[in-house]
Each structure stands twice: as structure tokens, then as C-alpha cells.
T-cell receptor
């Protein structure tokens, strides 16, 4: 089945630094990928839609200059958390679909970001 | 996408069937019902989806009422590894493809 690989699985960074998270579709091409954030004991919150070859579409309230998304190829999307602060500490998850979502979405294993 | 309503939590005895309900009274004709689950600290996992007919796969069965306003996910023989948060999501092919998660049902399978 479709596999989405997310890296790193966990990262600790200092306040003010930037962190890049990668999301790869391993055995299929994904023109669209999605990025979510999840705080403890809460549901997944959609942050943005990553579009191959064009700008990402951000959900209301998500700062596009803080969460930079690049989807340079059909198998890779990256999320960069810029100038990270402790409140950005969260579980970040990406997803993609092989068939425009009609057969279900495949999710990465998530990245646990801790900003100290 | 139509909104869904699920109970916040349920318990199930190991080896018994787990029946997880979901209400989606505002579902439209071209929207499917999808079920995902999330085991602690992992990414969500696709379980099953359906439009109007009941569906079954190796993981679960999905029963959709005739009016499509509600559905039930059935795990026929729950194991401890089925302990997770289960999300019922209504999703249509005509929208932007975004999958919006509600609060889900936390299923606790007990020995």
C-alpha cells in the first residue's frame, strides 16, 4: 500500500532557530499533501495544503511566514517552522493520497517538536 | 464537509465486538464516510470508507444507515492493540481534498 515517510520523528531545538520537517510519498506521486498539528489530548488541526509547483494554501489563523511549506517535487513536501518558540512545540503530521483522497489518505508517523 | 458527532469515549472487552457510532445528519449525496484511527503518538491510520452500502475489509466493517445520516464502525474481535482514537470523517470528492478531523471516540479495549 501507499507509504508516507516523515522525518525526523522527533526534534528538540532552541528558541529562535528554525526546524525543517520532511514528508515523502515513497511509492506514489502526490500533487497535494497536507500538514497537520496536534497538541496533547486534542484532535488534528489542519494547517495547510501543500501543492506541488505552487504556493501552499494555509488555513485561517496559520501564519504562512512562520510555517514555510515547499512542495518542490511530486514526492516531497517540507514544513519549516521558522523562529521557533516554545508554543510551537507540538506533534506535526503530514498526509497524502494516491488517488485524490478517494481511496483514503496515508499519514506520516509524525514529528514531535520540542522547542526549549 | 458535513459535520460528524461521535461519543467521546467507549470501553470494550478484549475479544468482543466494538461498535463505534457516528452521526452525520448533514451528509450530502456525494460525500463518503471515512474512518481513521490514531494510536497514541502515531499518525492516523485509514480503516475503511463507504458511500451508502455496507463495507467490510480485513480490519473492520462499516454499516451505513439507509438515510446515510449515521454509521457504525465494527471491530469484530477487539484486541488491546485496537485501543486508539477513532475518527469518523465525511469527505466528498468535489471539495478541495482537505480532511477535517473532529474530536473522535477514544476506544479503550480492556482485558
Amino acid at each position: 500500500g501507499a507509504v508516507v515517510s516523515q522525518h525526523p520523528s522527533r526534534v528538540i531545538c532552541k528558541s529562535g532557530t528554525s526546524v525543517k520537517i520532511e514528508c515523502r510519498s515513497l511509492d506514489f506521486q502526490a500533487t497535494t499533501m497536507f500538514w497537520y498539528r496536534q497538541f496533547p489530548k486534542q484532535s488534528l488541526m489542519l494547517m495547510a495544503t501543500s501543492n506541488e509547483g505552487s504556493k501552499a494554501t494555509y488555513e485561517q489563523g496559520v501564519e504562512k511566514d512562520k510555517f514555510l511549506i515547499n512542495h518542490a517535487s511530486l514526492t516531497l513536501s517540507t514544513l519549516t517552522v521558522t523562529s521557533a518558540h516554545p508554543e510551537d512545540s507540538s506533534f506535526y503530521i503530514c498526509s497524502a493520497s494516491e488517488h485524490a483522497g478517494l481511496s483514503g489518505y496515508t499519514f506520516g508517523s509524525g514529528t514531535r517538536l520540542t522547542v526549549v | 464537509d458535513a459535520k460528524t458527532t461521535q461519543p467521546p469515549s467507549m470501553d470494550c472487552a478484549e475479544g468482543r465486538a466494538a461498535n463505534l457510532p457516528c452521526n452525520h445528519s448533514t451528509i450530502s449525496g456525494n460525500e463518503y464516510v471515512y474512518w481513521y484511527r490514531q494510536i497514541h503518538s502515531q499518525g492516523p491510520q485509514y480503516i475503511i470508507h463507504g458511500l451508502k452500502n455496507n463495507e467490510t475489509n480485513e480490519m473492520a466493517s462499516l454499516i451505513i444507515t439507509e438515510d446515510r445520516k449515521s454509521s457504525t464502525l465494527i471491530l469484530p474481535h477487539a484486541t488491546l492493540r485496537d485501543t486508539a482514537v477513532y475518527y469518523c470523517i465525511v469527505h466528498g470528492s468535489s471539495n478541495t481534498g482537505k480532511l477535517i478531523f473532529g474530536q473522535g471516540t477514544t476506544l479503550q479495549v480492556k482485558p
